[in-house]
């Protein structure tokens, strides 16, 4: 989720804002020309070209680096720092970051507090958790340290570490959460469609969501749940992921090269294949592409069958 697949989404529209992938914090502070250059939205006022606010988003384990670098990141524009504590990843969590840290409330609250009291007032603060690391014990406890810190919003992902991105999510337990908690609670995980997103409301009690991966899935995703609350009719999306496509590898090459445009296109497909057949279908003819006009051609050929 750079910068250009940011772009992309927000020219789509639905969302309310994006958030940018985690910043890793590790031996020293991030300065503020870093942050400028690796979300360049901060140098926009922290949006994107269609007024999408961007917030950005920490990940480390150190509360004086973590506070240090959320000072610099709102000298580089931004209006809003998230910290990461749900990345399941075995890399980030060996480096103790990420999900990791649901085992220690004191260290999550300590990290809270340090960004809070290194920020400026109008910048608003807020943290992303998963239930737990192995098992769910400390998640109320988790809550109330990073609620005490001055935190004002909560995003959930409705499964430990341990469970990976194996469904179900557990919506029964954010909703404990709201119920718990003066923090905005945002609900995340397993909302693809208008029919999972009113059972997640239903059941959480929240009136905010976050959808990570479904959007690189299906990159309409917030238009269709806008129509579909308006109760208007969506439409077959082939055709116009066809011409996205195109338009995503132009922008792709102002940024990267050919060979790291390539690799992020394959990416994409990865994850496209979960909603659409045609690209499932000729997943391995995408991917065995030697270069970026070969891919576009392909992906214009496999629509036409």
Same mark, same amino acid.
């Given at each position: 989720?750079?910068?250009?697949?940011?772009? *992309? *989404?927000?020219?789509?529209?639905?969302?309310?804002?994006?958030?940018?992938?985690?910043i890793?914090?590790?031996?020293?502070?991030?300065?503020?020309?870093?942050?400028?250059?690796?979300?360049?939205? $901060?140098? !926009?006022?922290?949006?994107?070209?269609?007024? &999408?606010?961007? &917030?950005?988003?920490? /990940?480390? !384990?150190?509360?004086e680096?973590?506070?240090?670098?959320?000072?610099?990141?709102?000298?580089?524009?931004?209006? &809003?720092?998230?910290?990461?504590?749900?990345?399941?990843?075995? =890399?980030?969590?060996?480096?103790?970051?990420?999900?990791?840290?649901l085992?220690?409330?004191?260290?999550?609250? $300590?990290?809270?507090?340090?960004?809070?009291?290194?920020?400026?007032?109008?910048?608003? /603060?807020?943290? #992303?958790?998963?239930?737990?690391?192995?098992?769910?014990?400390?998640?109320?406890?988790?809550?109330?340290?990073?609620?005490?810190?001055? +935190?004002?919003?909560?995003t959930?992902?409705?499964? +430990?570490?341990?469970?990976?991105?194996?469904?179900?999510?557990?919506?029964?337990?954010?909703?404990?959460?709201?119920?718990?908690?003066k923090?905005? @609670?945002?609900?995340?995980?397993?909302?693809?469609d208008?029919? !999972?997103?009113?059972?997640?409301?239903?059941?959480?009690?929240?009136?905010h969501?976050?959808?990570?991966?479904?959007?690189?899935?299906?990159?309409? @995703?917030?238009?269709?749940l806008?129509?579909?609350?308006?109760? #208007?009719?969506?439409?077959?999306?082939?055709?116009?992921?066809?011409? /996205?496509?195109?338009?995503?590898t132009a922008? *792709?090459?102002?940024?990267?090269?050919? @060979?790291?445009?390539?690799? =992020?296109?394959?990416?994409?497909?990865? &994850?496209?294949?979960?909603?659409?057949?045609?690209? =499932?279908?000729?997943?391995?003819?995408?991917?065995?592409?030697?270069s970026?006009?070969?891919?576009?051609?392909?992906?214009?050929?496999?629509?036409?069958?």
């Amino acid at each position: 989720m750079d910068h250009t697949m940011r772009e *992309l *989404l927000s020219n789509i529209g639905g969302m309310d804002y994006l958030v940018s992938e985690f910043i890793r914090v590790t031996q020293y502070p991030i300065p503020s020309a870093t942050f400028g250059r690796l979300i360049p939205e $901060n140098r !926009s006022n922290a949006a994107t070209t269609n007024n &999408h606010p961007v &917030h950005t988003q920490l /990940l480390g !384990s150190n509360a004086e680096l973590m506070a240090e670098s959320a000072y610099q990141a709102s000298k580089a524009g931004a209006t &809003h720092i998230d910290v990461n504590f749900g990345c399941p990843a075995k =890399r980030v969590n060996g480096h103790g970051g990420g999900s990791v840290l649901l085992q220690t409330p004191n260290t999550l609250h $300590n990290i809270m507090k340090s960004i809070r009291l290194a920020l400026p007032s109008d910048i608003s /603060l807020s943290a #992303k958790i998963r239930l737990g690391y192995e098992d769910e014990e400390l998640l109320f406890e988790n809550v109330a340290a990073i609620e005490s810190a001055g +935190t004002s919003k909560l995003t959930v992902h409705g499964r +430990t570490k341990k469970d990976g991105y194996k469904p179900p999510a557990r919506w029964e337990k954010i909703g404990d959460i709201q119920s718990r908690t003066k923090m905005e @609670v945002v609900a995340n995980g397993d909302i693809t469609d208008i029919q !999972s997103l009113k059972k997640c409301q239903a059941i959480t009690g929240c009136n905010h969501f976050m959808i990570g991966r479904g959007a690189l899935n299906n990159p309409f @995703v917030f238009q269709d749940l806008r129509l579909a609350l308006e109760e #208007k009719d969506t439409e077959n999306h082939t055709e116009r992921l066809v011409e /996205l496509f195109k338009t995503y590898t132009a922008r *792709l090459k102002q940024d990267y090269d050919e @060979v790291a445009t390539l690799g =992020r296109l394959k990416q994409w497909c990865g &994850h496209l294949r979960i909603e659409y057949d045609f690209i =499932r279908e000729n997943l391995q003819l995408l991917r065995h592409s030697k270069s970026t006009q070969e891919i576009l051609n392909t992906m214009e050929d496999i629509t036409k069958k």
